[in-house]
């Protein structure tokens, strides 16, 4: 396993957290967990694997036509703790991550490029 992902902000309270790449382009993502007891003992600093599952063309398709996506799932995977938490792949339109992470940079709390 590959834990390519480093934990740089973490809210268990709302069930976000901010992963940063730990090479070439440092980009960070946001994800919306949606089960808070897979966050626990999760702290800044951790590094995480994901497993992406199936990535397919059809959620793109889906997204492009304005229908409902699949709840596809990425599994996330800490290395310290040893556990596990899942995501779903539409999250990030329906949970509007996308825009708390705008605004955790926007307040200084994140240093994303």
């Excluded at 899942?86 to 708390?100: A, F, G, I, L, Q």
């Amino acid at each position: 396993m590959n834990y390519e992902w480093e934990i740089v902000y973490i809210d268990p309270d709302a069930d976000q957290l901010v992963l940063k790449l730990m090479h070439g382009t440092r980009r960070c993502i946001a994800m919306h967990v949606f089960d808070r007891a897979y966050l626990h003992d999760w702290k800044k600093g951790d590094l995480i694997a994901i497993d992406h599952g199936d990535l397919s063309m059809d959620r793109e398709i889906q997204k492009t036509m304005g229908m409902p996506m699949s709840e596809d799932d990425y599994t996330m995977y800490n290395q310290r703790t040893g556990g596990k938490a899942v995501s779903r792949k539409n999250d990030w339109e329906v949970e509007k991550t996308s825009v708390w992470l705008k605004e955790l940079v926007a307040k200084g709390l994140v240093d994303c490029p």
